[in-house]
């Protein structure tokens, strides 16, 4: 009687013991690249408990009982983060057809690039500028689990001027057409500003200067004054978020920068002048460089109206030849894509356009990694395989340090400790 009271205590004990260590995955590969280094870490080991890595190095021991994935040969890297998208786009949308679709249709379009983007080993995407708030509904749908998608950081409505890049400039007057984030002046630039606060915006995004696939406005010139980025930005800092400005001219990035921006998007007339002020200001150039050879291959394909494609094709050629300047001079580099002007899920091709430019391999990766996390302000969260942080991880076949197109090619792919890709 008494054997039997205590084989049952111990074995309550034991089953609550059980209960408190949560399961271990531990991710076995022939290599890992350690980005801070630029170095590969032989025999990787990465444990796993829930969402997040517990260790990571060569020839850890397993925990008996762990669950081991192991994936031979390959290469692991830390999920990598495109810190320029506009997930709820399509190349088919850059002339008048967005026209006819409403937001509803506009954020089913978003669910499905969420998943491909995922898939092609984007774990953390910064989406910065959507149709109304289409993004910004997708970001919490992903967290939720309701739909498959990279973690989003996301800014909703860009901000812009009157007849801007930013603005519906495609319409006849009768239409009435007006982009959710125009904002003229100071005192409507800080209610937009505040508005996608109130909606859920974790970034701020602006339109400096004009754009490519708009109609009407000329790349070089900047749409928004001193004054008026001066108050977004500083707004938007006191409020906790970053901002982002769309800037291809000279005299745009250097207004931006000089109001406090966190990012250059485009960059692609960036001059001595701004490369000078983003270096003593820290602040990051987003290029989004590959798209210029997809754009003009495609642009029949897509029924890209002519004004636009004449404008790409003296813009993106010239953006490479500044934009080399600008990496070589060491501006900080961000990585990002702006996919949606070409199909989502091949945003990895942008590695190679910036080996060409000058970077090493490990350079260009940690642009995707350490760079635009810290570019995000998740540090803590993303962008390297360390203890404490997300267990979002990829795997490549090849040597991706020696050649980055290994990294379009992602054959397996874990967000949040749940594998998405690959067995
Ligand atoms: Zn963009």
């Not at 630039?189 to 004009?210: E, Q």
Request: proline share 4%; charged share 20%.
């Amino acid at each position: 009687m008494k054997a039997i009271a205590v084989s049952i205590l111990l074995f309550a004990y034991a089953a609550a013991g059980a209960a408190d260590i949560p399961a271990i995955t531990a991710v076995k590969a022939a290599h890992m690249v350690d980005v801070r280094s630029g170095k590969l870490v032989d025999q990787a080991v990465v444990l796993i408990s829930g969402e997040r890595i517990t260790a990571a190095g060569s020839q850890l021991t397993i925990p008996a009982g762990a669950t081991v994935i192991d994936l031979g040969n390959k290469t692991l890297l830390p999920g990598l983060i495109d810190a320029h998208t506009h997930i709820t786009g399509r190349p088919e949308d850059a002339g008048y057809s967005i026209i006819a679709k409403s937001i509803p249709r506009i954020t089913l379009t978003g669910a499905h690039n969420a998943l491909t983007t995922l898939r092609a080993g984007f774990t953390t995407i910064r989406d910065v500028g959507a149709d109304g708030y289409t993004d910004i509904g997708l970001r919490d749908a992903i967290n939720d689990g309701d739909v498959p998608g990279p973690r989003i950081l996301a800014s909703g409505p860009p901000l812009g001027i009157t007849g801007g890049h930013c603005d519906d400039t495609m319409h006849a007057p009768e239409y009435k057409s007006i982009a959710l984030g125009v904002a003229d002046g100071v005192d409507e630039a800080l209610k937009v500003t505040r508005r996608n606060i109130k909606y859920g915006a974790d970034v701020i995004k602006i339109c400096a200067t004009g754009g490519v696939l708009s109609f009407g406005d000329d790349p070089r010139t900047s749409q928004y004054t001193l004054e008026e980025l001066k108050a977004i930005i500083g707004e938007a800092h006191r409020l906790g978020r970053k901002a982002a400005a769309h800037a291809h001219g000279g005299d745009g990035i250097r207004l931006a920068v000089l109001a406090g921006i966190d990012s250059i998007e485009h960059g692609s007339y960036i001059d001595d002048e701004g490369i000078k002020l983003m270096k003593e200001h820290k602040t990051y150039l987003v290029p989004t460089l590959y798209l210029g050879d997809w754009l003009i291959d495609n642009a029949e394909a897509i029924k890209l109206p002519a004004p636009l494609l004449e404008k790409a094709k003296v813009v993106l050629p010239q953006a490479r030849i500044n934009i080399g300047k600008a990496i070589k001079a060491g501006v900080p580099i961000a990585f990002g894509t702006d996919a949606a002007v070409y199909p989502h899920g091949l945003n990895a091709r942008e590695f190679a356009v910036l080996v060409k430019l000058g970077m090493t391999p490990a350079q260009a990766i940690r642009t995707a990694t350490v760079n635009a996390a810290d570019l995000l302000g998740w540090s803590d969260k993303v962008g390297s395989i360390e203890a404490g942080k997300y267990a979002d991880l990829i795997a490549v076949d090849g040597a991706p340090l020696n050649d980055v197109r290994a990294l379009e090619q992602v054959q397996w792919v874990m967000k949040g400790g749940a594998v998405v890709k690959g067995n």
